[in-house]
């Protein structure tokens, strides 16, 4: 029973039904900007306005069925885009997942529909058991879904353009079967052919599933091959470290004992000031200098070490401040590697200027939060995407990027690229 009589209920059963839809929509999206979600939410508002008002006029002027053959281009179209201004999710990605949404919507609808036509419900119970189930699908969504689900595709960057194909070409067959030539209810062979497809549907997110799994692993492996090679690099750069050392260890021995000789040799007659006068002058022999330690995680303090000698080492000016709480919001591998990258992109740039203009500056606070700037001056030209992340063919600043926004998509991070001034800057709060 549709009840294409009471305007109100239909108006009232869509407001619903887009509010359920809305409601799984922004239940696993992530508004990475807090500064944005007053806006968001004074937009929501104003299309959920709009909603109300052009369902009433098609339903009031046309017919309820035809709303329905439309509602994809008035309804769903708009508010997929609408979530794409107001998130920073990229437009593929978002169309794969807000499609989706909208397709489990639509079975949801029709079931619930075509349950409460079996039972002779009425208005009322068809408004309870939609939001009955839409109000289980959202909390669902929220306290299981969520988490998992944000961290598996944040990790996954590529393929989501022709993956968003999939669901809206469901949607349109969904609608067509359901809504042409008349409605589903009226024809009981389309309400098998929906269901058959709802199986078809469910084959077929299997496989996306296990494609997905699959690229989730892949990345998660090569992930853990760089934080080995990482640990390699840092090993060896210490090892490297510690062999210095230990030459000028044993040079310093040395020295020492040809030092304790002559002291010896100035006490037998008994000429003291000789002795002080030399022991003044050899005491910068006994110097060993002494490692900089930056934290005390052994992983984060040995790359922020290796990477800031090789620095120096390049004839880079280095600014460093440097205020590392004792235990991390996140793995100290992963931070390591964002360090790595980043730091590792800035001296590369610096290495191409001239020595006077190699510089490098580095900040970390860990008040409030843990924040944390690497600036460097470039040459040339760096233009941003649409999304404000630097294009370049530099190898080392596209994998920078690549390797900084993973890191921050992973773990809920603000991130911001820029360049102004001749200087670019790469900031990042956890």
């Avoid at 296990?210 to 090569?222: D, P, T, V």
Wanted: hydrophobic content about 45%; overall charge negative.
């Amino acid at each position: 029973m549709l009840f294409e009589d009471n305007i109100i209920f239909l108006i009232v059963k869509v407001l619903i039904t887009f509010a359920g839809t809305i409601g799984m929509m922004i239940s696993t999206t992530d508004f990475r900007f807090a500064k944005r979600k007053f806006l968001s939410v004074a937009i929501l508002g104003v299309y959920t306005l709009y909603v109300i008002l052009s369902s009433y006029a098609i339903i009031y002027f046309l017919d309820y069925e035809y709303f329905l053959r439309v509602f994809i281009i008035t309804i769903s179209c708009p508010a997929v885009f609408l979530l794409h201004n107001i998130s920073d999710e990229p437009l593929p990605r978002l169309v794969f997942t807000r499609a989706t949404h909208i397709l489990v919507s639509l079975y949801i609808a029709a079931t619930i529909t075509l349950l409460n036509t079996a039972l002779h419900g009425t208005e009322l119970s068809d408004i309870l058991m939609r939001l009955l189930v839409y109000l289980l699908i959202i909390l669902l969504d929220f306290h299981f879904v969520r988490r998992i689900y944000l961290d598996f595709i944040s990790t996954i960057q590529k393929g989501w353009g022709i993956l968003s194909l999939i669901p809206c070409s469901l949607i349109l067959l969904a609608v067509t079967i359901a809504f042409y030539p008349e409605h589903y209810t009226k024809r009981p062979s389309s309400i098998m052919l929906i269901y058959l497809l709802g199986a078809v549907i469910i084959i077929l997110y299997c496989a996306i599933g296990g494609y997905l799994s699959m690229q989730y692993h892949r990345l998660s492996a090569e992930e853990n091959r760089e934080i080995l090679e990482l640990q390699i690099q840092n090993i060896r750069r210490e090892a490297a470290d510690m062999e210095a050392m230990a030459e000028q260890t044993k040079i310093i021995r040395h020295d020492t004992r040809h030092i304790l000789s002559t002291i010896a040799s100035l006490a037998e007659n008994g000429d003291m000031q000789e002795i002080l006068d030399f022991i003044k002058t050899t005491e910068k022999f006994s110097d060993i200098p002494e490692p900089l330690h930056y934290c005390d995680d052994p992983v984060l303090d040995a790359t922020l070490s290796s990477y800031l000698k090789s620095a120096k080492e390049a004839g880079i000016s280095l600014e460093a401040s440097l205020s590392i709480p004792d235990v991390l919001p996140v793995d100290s591998a992963e931070l390591a590697i964002c360090f790595a990258n980043a730091l590792d992109n800035a001296i590369k740039t610096c290495e191409k200027l001239p020595e006077s203009k190699r510089k490098m500056i580095v900040k970390c606070i860990c008040q409030p939060k843990l924040m944390f700037e690497i600036a460097h001056p470039y040459q040339g030209k760096i233009i941003f995407d649409k999304n404000n992340l630097p294009k370049s063919t530099e190898s080392s600043l596209k994998i920078s990027v690549r390797s900084v926004t993973a890191f921050c998509e992973k773990h809920n991070a603000i991130y911001a690229f820029t360049a102004e001034n001749g200087w670019f800057q790469i900031t990042v709060a956890l």
